[in-house]
């Protein structure tokens, strides 16, 4: 059981270049999240998926899309890179027990992707 | 405009004396309330959490506590280990709108 794994641990992009970081979970999960992390803060919200095929906002969504065309994949595309897009990357899963309402336990994370944009 | 806020970056502890780690909170509709723990180099790890309903949730050496009046978060831990030394951060979610609201972070040094 491998939990949530992103690929790849480090990029680095030149401005205008575009990229997609891929996030896999082996866990069953419903949920998944894309978060970015800057230095100094906390983690914020990209995007978000209920479940295959369906896909919502987060805080900070520009400049990111997504796609969920199975419940194991969680792609994180990003078109035009521009500097503001350094962070590191975060992929999470949680699991729902009830439809369209989240359990409120946990999320589990993967390892992150260091983005660096020049 | 922030939901959750760590006002300690950093925290410094003595092996075998208690941590405490505070968050707050500004919106008092959220549900549910959680720490994780935070190593380098990895994705945050949950480490425990408490319903709105609650006031206090103990799990080994970690107890959390939660002031609803006051909209405060408390992560005690007790005793401190060398092996606790990471970025600790509080959470909130809120089932409306299915979403976590991260706070920054705490740093916490336990010093052997």
């Known amino acids: 059981n491998a939990g949530v794994t992103q690929t790849p641990k480090f990029r680095i992009l030149k401005i205008g270049q575009s990229m997609t970081l891929q996030c896999a979970q082996d866990m069953n999960h419903n949920y998944m999240y894309w978060y970015r992390q800057d230095p100094g803060m906390g983690l914020k919200l990209i995007y978000y998926s209920v479940g295959a095929g369906i896909t919502d906002k987060g805080e900070v969504p520009n400049g990111y899309n997504v796609s969920r065309s199975t419940t194991e994949d969680f792609p994180l595309r990003l078109e035009l890179a521009a500097p503001s897009q350094t962070s590191v990357y975060f992929c999470a899963s949680s699991y729902s027990r009830s439809g369209g309402t989240l359990s409120g336990e946990t999320q589990y994370f993967g390892p992150g992707t260091r983005l660096l944009v020049l | 405009d922030q939901q959750v806020k760590q006002n300690s970056p950093s925290l410094s502890v003595q092996e075998g004396r208690i941590s405490i780690l505070n968050c707050d909170y500004t919106?008092?509709?959220?549900?549910?309330f959680l720490w994780y723990k935070k190593y380098p180099a990895e994705g945050p790890t949950f480490l425990i959490s408490?319903?709105?309903?609650?006031d206090k949730n103990e799990d080994g050496r970690f107890t959390v506590f939660l002031n609803k009046s006051a909209k405060h978060l408390s992560l005690h831990i007790v005793p401190s280990q060398p092996g606790d030394s990471a970025v600790y951060f509080c959470a909130v979610f809120i089932y409306n709108f299915n979403k976590f609201y991260f706070g920054s972070g705490t740093k916490l040094n336990v010093k052997p």
């Open positions: 919106n008092s509709m959220f549900d549910y």
């Open positions: 408490i319903s709105s309903i609650k």
